[in-house]
């Protein structure tokens, strides 16, 4: 990500309907697949720390990252477990954490090889342990967020499922994920990747808008009950896909 959309990001995941919504779909579905022990808990690519916040109560929390930028965010939180390295080579023992939690990182052109990142988590976690994955979904919807954001992939449920798999892990549930966002992006991108030039003006933005308080409550909610629904069955669409899986005892 580019240095200066930290600031941005560290004022809007506070408010911001997505940002909320799905911190409340992370902390249904990590209760709904709770391990038994949940001592240690890694959040990959931690940004500026806020899920570090939001997630209490699902172990000791650890962050990493690899911009100094975002370690300093994390930092003024008062979190102090941070390390600065890649999430192709994590600096942590074999089977010593229980969750892993890796939210819209693998996509990033920071990160060339993803399917190691995977091994990665599958490695440092415990027996019973539990990884969550969120990544951007399906390529027709990429647009100038991903530019501004380093985002050089975006991936289909069947692709990440099998990549999952191949790294030893059992898959409880993999379903796509924002549902409510799918359409509006399709149009929008659509439209930019037709009619809207190259060179214009907001082409190289990041999906920060704030848009009306109401429309960010009626959001917020419909993510929550996504949260609900994805315990039981998985979604069709989405302009995310999720993945939660479980290292086997």
Not at 59 to 68: A, R
Not at 130 to 146: Q, W, Y
Not at 159 to 176: I, K, P, Q, T
Request: glycine residues 8%.
């Amino acid at each position: 990500m580019q240095p200066e959309q930290y600031p941005l990001m560290r004022q809007e995941e506070e408010r911001h309907w997505w940002y909320r919504g799905n911190r409340s779909i992370a902390r249904r579905l990590l209760a709904h697949w709770r391990p038994v022990r949940c001592e240690w808990r890694l959040d990959a690519g931690c940004g500026t720390g806020k899920n570090l916040e939001a997630l209490a109560g699902f172990g000791e929390p650890i962050g990493i990252d690899y911009m100094p930028a975002a370690l300093a965010f994390s930092r003024e939180r008062g979190f102090e477990r941070l390390a600065r390295a890649s999430v192709s080579e994590l600096p942590l023992a074999t089977e010593s954490v229980d969750v892993v939690t890796c939210f819209e990182v693998l996509c990033h052109g920071g990160v060339p090889d993803w399917h190691g990142a995977i091994r990665e988590y599958a490695r440092i976690l415990r027996p019973g342990g539990i990884v969550m994955l969120r990544e951007p979904a399906f390529s027709f919807l990429a647009g100038s967020h991903d530019r501004v954001v380093h985002g050089m992939r975006r991936y289909r449920r069947r692709e990440f499922r099998a990549a999952v798999e191949a790294a030893g892990l059992e898959v409880v549930r993999c379903s796509y994920q924002n549902l409510c966002t799918f359409f509006p992006a399709l149009v929008i991108r659509t439209w930019q990747r037709w009619f809207k030039p190259k060179d214009a003006a907001g082409a190289h933005s990041a999906d920060f808008h704030k848009g009306s308080p109401a429309l960010g409550t009626l959001l917020c909610g419909w993510l929550a009950f996504e949260g609900w629904l994805l315990q039981y069955v998985r979604l069709p669409l989405g302009s995310s896909v999720l993945c939660v899986a479980r290292k086997r005892s």
